[in-house]
């Protein structure tokens, strides 16, 4: 019983456009053509800001209340792209 009342208070904690941002990360690959084209026509803004807004959203304590699969999985796949970026780099040099 408990649980549901802070699940519902972390729902409350995620603006509406959060919750878009999260379900259209869940489902993206449903939509035709470039995700950065959905990107634009569903928020209204550039590719680099969504991820901005996305990278920012899943650190939140509320996201991951929200949909904890979710955003595990999109915390690991941005370590592994950072683990990837500074083995390149060290590669390099």
Do not use: C
């Amino acid at each position: 019983m408990t649980d549901e009342v802070e699940g519902a208070g972390d729902l409350a904690d995620l603006s509406t456009r959060d919750q878009q941002v999260l379900a259209f990360e869940r489902q993206w690959w449903k939509y035709a053509g470039a995700k950065e084209q959905a990107i634009r026509e569903l928020f209204d803004m550039s590719a680099t800001r969504y991820y901005q807004v996305l990278n920012a959203l899943i650190d939140s304590p509320a996201a991951l209340a929200h949909d904890p699969m979710l955003v595990k999985r999109l915390r690991r796949m941005r370590s592994t792209r950072q683990r990837q970026r500074t083995a390149r780099r060290l590669g390099d040099a």
